[in-house]
């Protein structure tokens, strides 16, 4: 009984054929992820091939732009958040200059107070200890 198949019984090779490039459907919001990069080109926080990059590897989901944007090309947050606030018709805001009511401040938890710097009026950045916890 022979393990191996002689040359001659070889199956035939079949052609090889090239894979064909599968193009993905862009995604929903596109066009405001574009809106968004060339504002951030405009204002020197991206280059045009990050741009590109970053358009190429969202695939139009904008959660996923501004990760990239962030993390990978290195945009500011603060010009992150006012392109997206000037594409989607919203204020942008800075939560760090609102000034909770103290008396609500001592009903946050601390472990949920301290991640978002809210501490007690007058406290300074990041403190928490005046949250009666």
Request: aromatic share 4%; glycine share 10%.
């Amino acid at each position: 009984m022979a393990l191996f198949k002689s040359k001659e019984m070889a199956a035939p090779q079949a052609a090889a054929t090239p894979r064909e490039k599968v193009e993905v459907a862009p995604g929903v919001y596109t066009a405001e992820c574009m809106k968004i990069g060339q504002l951030l080109v405009e204002g020197d926080q991206m280059s045009h091939d990050n741009l590109a990059t970053a358009l190429q590897l969202s695939n139009g989901d904008p959660m996923q732009f501004a990760e990239l944007a962030l993390a990978r090309f290195g945009a500011g947050r603060q010009e992150l958040a006012v392109a997206i606030a000037e594409v989607w018709g919203v204020e942008p805001a800075d939560t760090r200059a609102v000034e909770l009511n103290p008396e609500i401040a001592k009903l946050l938890p601390e472990n949920i107070a301290r991640p978002f710097r809210r501490g007690p009026p007058g406290a300074g950045s990041g403190d928490c200890r005046g949250l009666g916890r």
